[in-house]
């Protein structure tokens, strides 16, 4: 998702390195984009990097690896606290970013607000920036509330479709339903 949301957004796919590992290969070979040897490689030639582990993973795969002054990273690893990830000298930032990173729709919220991560992630949306990790991790239920919206969009079309109308008609209603109730909490204090 976030790899199709950057390329979308026109980055360059030979000024992405991705890791050897998970789907790394495929998008390398659909994409043209360079893969590194491995995660030590992958930080020495790498002045942002993204860390998409599953939570559980993410503090040993940061590990050990030469980390630098000046560089940053940007975990992307749900319930997982900066001072969890041991990437010092490097600085750490915290991400959100939804599905929607996928068509440059994600709002990501964003802590600390590092100019250089916030360049980044607004390429896939939005961003939010917050000023705490407590806030930070209070703005992460949203992740849960997008898939129950998305979830509820589908189904509502899904029922519509079942009663005779187009199903790609109310599809389309359903969806800017969400974004005109979205637009209205965003732009209307009451």
Known sequence: TLVAGFLRSGFDPQALLLSPRGKARDLSARHGIPLAADNADLVARSSIVILTTRPVDAPAAVAGLPWREGQIVISACAGVPLSRLAVQPAQGVRAMPLTAAEIGASPTVCFPPLQE????????????????????????????????????????AEWMAGKGPDAQAVRQLAALTFTAAGRMIAEKPD
């Open 117 to 156: 991560a916030v360049a980044v992630l607004e390429r896939l949306g939005p961003v939010i920036l917050l000023g705490g990790e407590d806030e930070f991790e209070a703005a992460t239920v949203n992740a849960a509330v997008y898939g129950w919206a998305l979830s509820l969009i589908r189904r509502s």
